[in-house]
């Protein structure tokens, strides 16, 4: 067996277990093959697209072939005919040198307010999908691209030197130079906090001028029409940063009107701090999904007046 045909062959292996579910030690391994050379993950790229593209049921269903799949055991290279034959069937075409560009992964997912996703990529890159937060999904054999619509997500990139890891907010671009980073989508800016690594960050300004600056671990990239601001923190600050992806939220002497406004990034029901209140400084974590525990705490701890009328909580002195 050459081994363009052995890879194939692997890539068809790895493709059916990864649809009966990896346990730890496949998972392990998998990644393992995965970054052992680019054709690998060209193949696997490759089948795995055949894979969900076809009716597997229908191609299944044919007795002569499950007649040849119980006869032989070889689930893999069953599957690479079955499939291969499937694929021309609709029109699918996949070139068998490994080193042709596969048809690209294109996948979305999304979250609703207070909910969380963890999901990996078939490269091996772990994304965390945080409160009311959509993204895009492209990957191909020389590219991963994110197209981030809303909201905000942690990446765990992946290493894969021969594809460029990027994240596309808008008009700005966030390019991982092999790193952990979270990026934020708002309205009117973007915020990436790197936590290992570096990352290079691009966005326009008011002339549509496009501005690059890179970051390193530690840092914080805030990227606005108006300019772009560059924090250096302490990796205590940037887990506080990042606590959301275990459900907390952490402050470090912010403004109260401030830590409503992200507390209710999680929750329908909306805290509102008037008056001097707004300005009072505050420390600690709550969790992002409890509003009445925060209020108590504020009312107990501060002394603040509550009111709840049903939609919306106000607080004041």
Known sequence: MTKPTEIRAQACAWVIREDRNLNEQEREAFETWLKADVAHRVAYLQYSAIWRRTDRLAVLKSPARLMLMARTGNRAAFFCSAALAAAALVGLVVFANVSTVSTPILSAYSTTVGGHQSVQLPDGTRVDLNTNTSLKVNLSSKARSIALERG??????????????????????????????????????????????????????????????????????????????????????????????????????????????????????????????????????????NGDVFTTLLRKGFGLKIKDDGKEVIVSE
């Open 152 to 289: 905000e997500a942690y990446f765990q990139v992946a290493r894969d030197p021969h594809r460029r890891f990027e994240v596309v907010a808008g008009k700005s671009r966030i390019t991982d130079l092999g790193t952990k980073f979270s990026v934020r989508y708002d309205a009117d800016q973007i915020r990436v906090v790197v936590k290992e690594g570096s990352v290079n960050v691009e966005a326009p300004d008011r002339d549509g001028q496009m501005r690059s600056v890179s970051a390193d671990a530690d840092s914080i990239v805030v990227a606005r029409a108006d300019g772009m601001l560059i924090l250096h923190q302490n990796s205590i600050d940037i887990e506080n940063k990042l606590s959301w992806r275990v459900g907390v939220l952490t402050f470090n002497q912010q403004s109260l009107g401030e830590a409503a406004e992200e507390f209710n990034r999680y929750n329908n029901k909306r805290i509102v701090v008037v008056g001097p209140a707004r300005q009072l400084r505050i420390g600690g974590s709550v969790r992002l999904d």
